[in-house]
Each structure stands twice: as C-alpha cells, then as structure tokens.
C-alpha cells in the first residue's frame, strides 16, 4: 500500500482521489471485505472521513456497500477500469480458449461479460462459425435484469441491495417482461439460487440463451459466460439440450477453478 500521505504539501496532489485510491488499496485477496473501522484503522484516519470517501466511491461503482454486515468489497468498476492489467486480462486471456472450445462443442456463439450498475458489459465474444448476425460486441452494454448473464449476477446480490441498484434506473423497452421492480423482483426470486439461467427470446426475439456464473478464490460471482443460438437450433421448441447445460457448467468451473474457487 502506498505510505503517501494525503495531507502532503505538494500542491499538485488531490489529497481526496489520493485517500480514495488508498482505500482500494486496502482491498486484496485476503482482506475482500472491510469495514469503515477497519479501513479507517488501516489508514490511521477518521471513520467520518474514511466514510465520505467510501461512500463516493461506492457511488462510482467502485466499491460495493453490503448493508447488512456493514462492510464493503471492490465493486464493478474497478474490474472494468483494471482490464488491462493481469488480474482481468488472465480472466480474458484464460476464457478465450475456453469459450472458443465451447463455441466449438456446441455451435453457438459464446461470451464473457461483468455486472456495472445496472448493466451488463460484454468483454469477449466468441461468435459462432454459422456468421449469424449478433447485437452484441465486445463493449456492448446490455440492460442486466433483460440478458442471461445479467441475471445470474443479479442473482447473486441481496433484495435490498437490487432495490437499491434499480432505485432510480428506467427498466429497458424490450421484448423483456421486466418493465418494474415488481417484475424485477419476482424474476429474482425465480433465479436465485438457479445454477444456470435460460430464457428464449425474452431479450431479442428468435435468440436462445443460457448462463453460468464465474467465482473467483473468495467465492464471489465476478464475471459470468453465455452461450446464444437462433431458437430454431433447438430440437425440442423452448428446451435447451442437456448435454448444452453440461457443457457450459464445465467451462464455468474451468475458469472459476482459474481464478482460484475451490467448490465446497
């Protein structure tokens, strides 16, 4: 962490990014979730002064406020602003093979993407050899509660924190029947829990998509992979082959065994 001190006289410095930055410094694989008594401990600083900055920065999607323990972990953000860097590039570098591999098992086009905010961000598409035309890129921002990936994410999140997440966000005008946090939280009801989330041309029509999360070495849902095809490449009208739900289940234990999850 580094010892440079906010108060510092050097008049370029902006003593209040500078105590944001060391409070994600804080953050690391052994120490995932932190208090403000902690945090201001660790920083020898003022709780008031240590929750200003932490509230700001949970603000900006950096960090994640869990209201019922009263802690805090690195939010979305922070994963998005740090691809370039090993941590999230592994996480591409490694899927890529992976997803082409499962691209190739099944002939349908394959995806990584993250939670922000109330979206999903697509970082890796690897399209199907059929050259079926997509919506998606990578960059692509799609509304969460509306995609697979999406909602297996937001599965993962408590009521209270859903409520909170989609306060003031407007519900997408989709096909989707998620059109209010009266739908929204009966759709998360349904998944919570699920290990796989399927739906068929609820976000585009004519598309089939199914999803699995990606934990990393603390347990946390930190990505998650998508497989989509046209609804008719299914034998059976709405019904996904098993052996298409075994073959992503595999290539998300492979990554999240990459990020160092050990399932219990």
């Given at each position: 962490?580094?010892?440079?001190?906010?108060?510092?006289?050097?008049?370029?410095?902006?003593?209040?990014?500078?105590?944001?930055?060391?409070?994600?410094?804080?953050?690391?694989?052994?120490?995932?979730?932190?208090?403000?008594?902690?945090?201001?401990?660790?920083?020898?600083?003022?709780?008031?002064?240590?929750?200003?900055?932490?509230?700001?920065?949970?603000?900006?999607?950096?960090?994640?406020?869990?209201?019922?323990?009263?802690?805090?972990?690195?939010?979305?953000?922070?994963?998005?602003?740090?691809?370039?860097?090993?941590?999230?590039?592994e996480l591409i570098e490694s899927a890529f093979p992976t997803l082409e591999e499962?691209?190739?098992?099944?002939?349908?086009?394959?995806?990584?993407?993250?939670?922000?905010?109330?979206?999903?961000?697509?970082?890796?598409?690897?399209?199907?050899?059929?050259?079926?035309?997509?919506?998606?890129?990578?960059?692509?921002?799609?509304?969460?509660?509306?995609?697979?990936?999406?909602?297996i994410l937001l599965a993962e999140l408590d009521e209270d924190e859903l409520?909170?997440?989609?306060?003031?966000?407007?519900?997408?005008?989709?096909?989707?029947?998620?059109?209010?946090?009266?739908?929204?939280?009966?759709?998360?009801?349904?998944?919570?829990?699920?290990?796989?989330?399927?739906?068929?041309?609820?976000?585009?029509?004519?598309?089939?998509?199914?999803?699995?999360?990606?934990?990393?070495?603390?347990?946390?849902?930190?990505?998650?992979?998508?497989?989509?095809?046209?609804?008719?490449?299914?034998?059976?009208?709405?019904?996904?082959?098993?052996?298409?739900?075994?073959?992503?289940?595999?290539?998300?234990?492979?990554?999240?065994?990459?990020?160092?999850?050990?399932?219990?």
């Amino acid at each position: 962490m580094s010892s440079m001190n906010p108060d510092n006289e050097d008049r370029y410095i902006v003593p209040g990014l500078l105590r944001g930055l060391q409070i994600l410094q804080c953050f690391s694989r052994e120490r995932t979730r932190l208090s403000l008594s902690e945090i201001a401990r660790m920083l020898d600083l003022s709780r008031s002064s240590v929750f200003r900055s932490a509230y700001t920065l949970a603000q900006a999607g950096y960090l994640v406020h869990d209201q019922r323990n009263k802690t805090y972990a690195l939010g979305p953000a922070v994963l998005r602003l740090g691809q370039s860097y090993p941590g999230t590039r592994e996480l591409i570098e490694s899927a890529f093979p992976t997803l082409e591999e499962l691209r190739d098992q099944t002939g349908w086009s394959a995806h990584l993407g993250v939670l922000d905010d109330t979206d999903i961000v697509y970082l890796l598409r690897v399209p199907s050899f059929k050259g079926l035309p997509s919506i998606v890129h990578v960059g692509s921002r799609l509304p969460a509660c509306a995609t697979t990936m999406g909602r297996i994410l937001l599965a993962e999140l408590d009521e209270d924190e859903l409520r909170t997440l989609y306060r003031n966000a407007a519900f997408p005008k989709t096909s989707s029947p998620i059109d209010s946090m009266t739908s929204l939280i009966q759709q998360w009801r349904k998944d919570r829990g699920a290990a796989i989330i399927q739906h068929f041309g609820d976000f585009e029509s004519g598309i089939v998509s199914i999803a699995a999360n990606i934990r990393d070495f603390s347990g946390d849902a930190v990505a998650a992979i998508n497989l989509t095809a046209p609804s008719d490449t299914l034998s059976i009208p709405n019904r996904i082959d098993q052996k298409i739900h075994d073959q992503l289940a595999t290539a998300a234990q492979k990554l999240s065994w990459m990020l160092g999850y050990e399932a219990n």
